[in-house]
Nanobody
Framework: QVQLVESGGGLVQAGGSLRLSCAAS????????MGWFRQAPGKEREFAAA????????YFADSVKGRFTISRDNAKNTVYLQMNSLKPEDTAVYYC?????????????????????WGQGTQVTVSS
C-alpha cells in the first residue's frame, strides 16, 4: 500500500509555470507506475500524464502534450509534474495516483480505474 501527498499547487497567470510534487510513503514506490489526473468544477476527472515505474516511458493527454512533463525520483519516492505555458483551461484540482497494475504491465495508462491509490489533490488556478 502507498500513501500519496501532493504539493505545489497555487495561483498563476496564463503563460506561467508550476511544478507539482507528489510524495509517496512506503518502500515499494518503484513498484508503481504513477499518474497525474485533474478535475475541474462540474467535470469528470481526466488523465493528464503518466510515467512508468523506472521512468523510461511517459504518456500525456493531447491537451497537455508539449507543455507538461512528468518525471520521478525513485530515491526520493517522489513524482513531479512540470506545467509550462499554463492556460485558464488547466484550472483544476490535480491528483497524483499510483498503479501497481501498470507497474507490472504498461497498458492504457490513461485509464483511471487502473490506479488504486490517490492523493488528496492540490488546486491549480490559472488566471487569464
Amino acid at each position: 500500500q502507498v500513501q500519496l501527498v501532493e504539493s505545489g499547487g497555487g495561483l498563476v497567470q496564463a503563460g506561467g509555470s508550476l511544478r507539482l510534487s507528489c510524495a509517496a510513503s512506503g518502500r515499494t514506490f518503484i513498484s508503481y507506475a504513477m499518474g497525474w489526473f485533474r478535475q475541474a468544477p462540474g467535470k469528470e476527472r481526466e488523465f493528464a500524464a503518466a510515467i512508468s515505474r523506472n521512468g523510461g516511458i511517459t504518456y500525456f493527454a493531447d491537451s497537455v502534450k508539449g507543455r507538461f512533463t512528468i518525471s520521478r525520483d525513485n530515491a526520493k519516492n517522489t513524482v513531479y509534474l512540470q506545467m509550462n505555458s499554463l492556460k485558464p483551461e488547466d484550472t483544476a484540482v490535480y491528483y497524483c495516483a499510483a498503479s501497481d497494475l501498470l507497474g507490472s504491465s504498461w497498458s492504457r495508462p490513461y485509464d483511471l480505474y487502473k490506479y488504486a491509490y490517490w492523493g488528496q489533490g492540490t488546486q491549480v488556478t490559472v488566471s487569464s
